[in-house]
């Protein structure tokens, strides 16, 4: 069994070695895929002299997005499953084996990660509004019962997420292969996890309007035929 961690990096040259070692820290059989998405502010500087055994590092000359990077790093993953790695450390990558069980014991198809059924730290009033209301969206319209919809951390195995055909390019790569998982019927359990929210200062990019594109892919994939 192998997990494959992709971890998408931009503008990210104040954590990604950080996030790359703790990543390497777990005790699973794993391999690092980072995707440099057309970082301008020195991490592609710190990438080029990374010489770490099991960590591939993959660039983009120019940046393109979240779920861009995130396809780019599917293309290259060889692992059983894949799990996608923030590089702003507001994420555990301690708590791979735990998200893993669920499906090694036949439980379940997919996991997810919910914030909320663990320990959030430092997420606004707004950002936890947000995150409520589109989950709410795809409750309704998916008919389940999640409580974290826009978690980074997802479990998929390859095989699966590899033939969902994912399109998008930005941060709505989060709703479109949550929608496009449940449609082919996949079983979705949630394991509690911690999470600690970086402010704008302190580089996070993903801000309300996001919201919009989100809600759109939600409702786009729940009527489309595919």
């Known amino acids: ?27 699973l059989p794993i391999e690092i895929i980072v995707v440099d998405d057309g970082s301008n502010d020195g991490t592609t500087q710190l990438l080029k ?8 590092v993959v660039t983009h000359s ?17 692992g059983d499953f894949v799990i996608i790695q923030d590089a702003d450390l507001e994420y555990d990558p301690s708590h791979y084996p735990r998200l893993l069980q669920p499906i090694l014991s036949g439980r379940a198809d997919v996991v997810f990660g919910s914030r909320f059924q663990g320990q959030i730290k430092r997420m606004t009033l707004i950002q936890k509004i947000g995150n409520s209301f589109l989950t709410l ?6 008919g389940v019962c999640l409580t974290d919809m826009e978690t980074c951390y997802k479990v998929i195995p390859l095989r699966i ?7 998008s390019r930005g941060f709505e790569f989060e709703p479109e292969v949550t929608a496009k998982l449940l449609k082919r019927g996949c079983r979705i359990v949630e394991i509690p996890i911690p999470y600690v929210a970086r402010s704008k200062n302190e580089g996070k990019k993903i801000n309300w309007r996001h919201g919009f594109p989100a809600m759109k892919v939600l409702l786009t994939q729940r009527f489309s035929p595919d």
């Open 62 to 78: 120019q940046n393109l997005g979240k779920g861009a990077a995130v396809r780019t790093g599917l293309s290259h993953a060889t």
């Open 137 to 142: 969206l795809t409750n309704i319209l998916y």
């Open 161 to 167: 997420i590899q033939n969902l055909n994912l399109q």
């Open 49 to 56: 002299h990374l010489r770490q055994p099991g960590v591939l």
């Open 1 to 27: 069994m192998k997990l494959s961690v992709i971890i998408p990096a931009y503008n990210e040259k104040d954590t990604i070695l950080q996030t790359i070692e703790r990543v390497a820290m777990v005790d």
